[in-house]
């Protein structure tokens, strides 16, 4: 089997994962290139060791390197707004961008729910860590009863968030809070993060709050076992996806002011609340960083795919 050649720009944590993720798990890529700007980087360094081609001059040098030809996936580990860049740089090479940035320049896509549809595109985009953790629940709900209303809350060890998260903050909320609606599902959506500072460090912790029209109680036996057939499928990508506890579903007091959250006047009955866990595989990063492997443990997956549907095309 020919395996598919793939880059990754940025050699910091994300990319570093990344990087080991494919050496050391992967079906049908091999890596092609680590890209980064600073020569002392410990990713490119780790790179150089492994074999790996490497270069610090950025998106340029990928570009300049040899074997930049057969190089069909090129993943993007670095920020929002370098993304926007290194998009316009490559696109004209017709290679496939897997955005691990909240750009959101191409189509969300969490693999879990809708990896399938956007399999041609040329660019498309990761979400965020607390996306990656939450929009299968919102989706998994969604399926089931209407969605008025879906916020999460995405808990983070603040050791996990190096210079990019911390410098992607707002695109974190903007475009967690889009895809929880597009991908989703939900009528309307909102994001926050948390960077919990707790010593000894804490893996992942994310919580999703659905406001649903489930008045049925067959309803919510239907609407707790989609959340755990999805948890399912998550976890076979991130094996460290987990439910903390039992789906919670209360009636929503009639006097609670939930009309506030609301796109219009059709009040839900019910809230959904799902606590969940996320903790990291340690390939690179330590095992509480698990937002940052849901990321690349996500994008390798489309990478799979893409690679898997090139291969029975052939």
Same mark, same amino acid.
């Given at each position: @089997? ?20 494919? $050496? ?6 091999? @890596? ?32 300049? @390197? ?7 996936? #090129? ?32 189509? /969300?896509? #969490?693999?879990? *729910?809708?990896?399938? =549809?956007? &399999? =041609?595109?040329?660019?498309?985009? @990761? ?10 629940? #919102? ?7 209407? *969605?008025? /209303? ?27 809070? +889009?895809?929880?609606?597009? *991908?989703?599902? +939900? ?16 893996? &992942? ?5 659905? $406001?649903? =029209? ?15 057939? &999805?948890?399912?499928?998550?976890? !076979? ?36 609340? #799902?606590? $969940? ?9 330590? !095992? ?11 994008? $390798? ?14």
């Amino acid at each position: @089997m020919t395996k598919v050649k793939v880059a990754v720009i940025g050699s910091g944590n994300i990319g570093t994962d990344l990087m080991i993720k494919v $050496l050391r798990t992967s079906t049908h890529l091999e @890596m092609g290139a680590l890209v980064g700007i600073d020569p002392a980087s410990d990713g490119l360094a780790r790179a150089a060791r492994l074999g790996v081609p490497i270069t610090a001059e950025g998106v340029e040098g990928l570009v300049s @390197m040899p074997g930049f030809d057969d190089i069909e996936i #090129v993943f993007d580990a670095t920020s929002a707004k370098a993304h926007l860049s290194n998009d316009a740089r490559l696109r004209p090479f017709g290679k496939r961008l897997i955005d691990l940035t909240p750009a959101a320049i191409g189509p /969300y896509v #969490v693999p879990a *729910v809708n990896a399938d =549809d956007h &399999m =041609d595109a040329p660019n498309v985009n @990761m979400v965020t860590c607390g996306g990656q953790a939450t929009i299968p629940i #919102v989706a998994a709900v969604s399926r089931v009863a209407h *969605v008025a /209303y879906a916020e999460i809350v995405a808990s983070i060890a603040s050791k996990s968030a190096g210079p990019g998260t911390r410098a992607n903050i707002d695109e974190f909320t903007e475009t967690t809070s +889009a895809a929880i609606v597009s *991908v989703g599902g +939900a009528q309307r959506g909102k994001a926050i993060i948390i960077l919990n500072p707790a010593e000894p460090p804490l893996v &992942m912790r994310d919580t999703v709050f659905c $406001l649903v =029209d489930a008045p049925d109680p067959v309803v919510h036996e239907q609407l707790r076992q989609s959340i755990q057939a &999805m948890v399912a499928d998550v976890a !076979a990508y991130v094996p460290g996806y987990r439910l903390e506890q039992k789906v919670q579903i209360t009636e929503i007091p009639a006097d609670q002011p939930v009309h506030t959250l609301l796109a219009d006047g059709r009040r839900p009955t019910h809230q959904v609340s #799902v606590f $969940l866990a996320v903790e990291g595989a340690a390939h690179y990063l330590p !095992a509480y960083a698990g937002n940052l492997d849901i990321m690349t443990s996500a994008g $390798l997956q489309i990478a799979e795919r893409i690679a898997q549907r090139k291969e029975l095309a052939r």
